[in-house]
């Protein structure tokens, strides 16, 4: 599936129902303030529903998915179609749906409910490939588990658990760079990616010099024939230092309908800067060690 919509794949394990979940709402106040999240009632856990607007398989692969993770993180949790009497429900629903030939982006408003009445939401926006979205292809479950791992730790803090402790990380000095053209990108691909990494970066705190850069981002797409309709795609970025020296890459591939790149790629150039941000940053963060810093 294309890591480049959805960042990396994680493996989703069957729902199971909720059993014996280690409780982590022991010793919260019992309903003695205003507070929804105080508001414990005697049937702990959250009811997780199927989101509306996205299609099926979809939507219940998602609750599922997400179910699973936060049992993970110790919080009761079951994927239904409505909530029989547990103590909290989380419904999500799809919105600023935009859909290209690649896949779709949206915004999942995820809402948490007591009984006692709002305790919070949460505002995922999302990547997905147009397979996952469309006709419940295998990436289904895979695109399912990478919107869960990431709405996980958010919505865990909403109903009251402990979410993990966060590592912490000297923050990196980041190199000025700048970012080529995307070499062999069908449509307007080679320009609109550049443009929506540029606004991305910018976004991670990068700082873009093209007069006198210390690194360039320098990207190339191939593409080859993957059965009767499709082709497989694949996008490499290489970090080079001032000196001419490669200081790593970052790839990125998928199995796409032919042509589906053929025109304006729109939405579909920032899922893929977005997904591939992280990699680069990091990347970034490690050449800076070997590179002097400016004068």
Known sequence: MFKSLIAAALVILACTACGEVPQPFRGAPRAT???????????????????????????????????????????PAEAVDSNAGLGFTLSATAQDIVAS????????????????????????????????????????????????????????????????????????RLPRIAIAPVEGAPGDGRESLRLALIQVMFERGVAR??????????????????????????????????????????????????????????PTAYAIANAAVGDLVALLGTAATTIPPPK
């Open 209 to 266: 010099d093209d007069s006198n850069p210390e690194v360039t981002l320098r990207a190339a797409m191939t593409s080859t024939a993957a059965g009767p309709d499709q082709q497989k795609v694949q996008i490499v970025w290489h970090a080079i230092a001032r000196d001419g020296a490669d200081l790593g890459t970052v790839k990125l591939d998928n199995t796409i309908p032919n042509g589906a790149l053929d025109g304006p790629w729109g």
């Open 33 to 75: 303030t205003d507070n929804p999240l105080l508001d414990v009632p005697s049937a702990v856990g959250v009811a997780i529903l199927p989101v509306a607007n996205a299609p099926a398989p979809l939507n219940r692969e998602i609750s599922r998915a997400l179910a699973t993770r936060l049992q993970a993180l110790e919080i």
């Open 101 to 172: 030939p690649a896949g779709v982006t949206a915004t999942i408003v995820w809402a948490l409910r007591s009984r006692r009445g709002s305790a919070g939401e949460y505002r995922q926006t999302v990547a997905i490939p147009a397979n996952a979205w469309q006709d419940g292809a295998k990436d289904t479950a895979e695109t399912a588990a990478q919107l869960a791992g990431t709405a996980g730790t958010a919505i865990v803090t909403l109903v009251g658990g402990e979410a993990p402790a966060p590592v912490m990380v000297a923050k990196a």
